[in-house]
C-alpha cells in the first residue's frame, strides 16, 4: 500500500513563490514516479512535472522556467518549488505515485494566487 502526504499550499500574491512537499511510502516507493497534478475549478486534473527514478523530469509547458521538481536521496520525498506565480496557477495540487500501471493519489492541498 502506498500512502502520500502533501503539505506547502497556501495563499500567495502574484509574482510569489511555494513549495510543496509530498512524503512518499509503501512499497516500491524509490522506483516509481513521483508528480505533481493540479486541478482549477471547471476544469480536468493535468499534469504539472513529475520525476522519475532516474531523475528525469517531465513538466507542462504552462509552467516550464518557473516551476521546479525535486526528489530527495531517499526518493520517497518530491518537492515542487513554485516560482514566478500567476494567478492562472491557483488549483488544488495533488501528489501522484505511478509504477506498473498503478495510480495513487495523495489529499490535495490548495495554491491560491491572488492579483
Known amino acids: 500500500q502506498v500512502q502520500l502526504v502533501e503539505s506547502g499550499g497556501g495563499l500567495v500574491r502574484t509574482g510569489g513563490s511555494l513549495t510543496l512537499s509530498c512524503a512518499a511510502s509503501?512499497?516500491?516507493?524509490?522506483?516509481?514516479?513521483l508528480g505533481w497534478y493540479r486541478q482549477a475549478p471547471g476544469k480536468q486534473r493535468e499534469l504539472v512535472a513529475q520525476?522519475?527514478?532516474?531523475?528525469?523530469?517531465n513538466y507542462a509547458d504552462a509552467v516550464k522556467g518557473r516551476f521546479t521538481v525535486t526528489r530527495d536521496s531517499g526518493k520517497s520525498t518530491v518537492l515542487l518549488q513554485m516560482n514566478s506565480l500567476k494567478p492562472e496557477d491557483t488549483a488544488g495540487y495533488y501528489c501522484?505515485?505511478?509504477?506498473?500501471?498503478?495510480?495513487?493519489w495523495g489529499q490535495g492541498t490548495q495554491v491560491t494566487v491572488s492579483s
Open positions: 520525476i522519475t527514478s532516474g531523475g528525469a523530469t
Open positions: 501522484n505515485y505511478k509504477l506498473n500501471g498503478l495510480d495513487v
Open positions: 509503501g512499497l516500491f516507493v524509490s522506483i516509481s514516479t
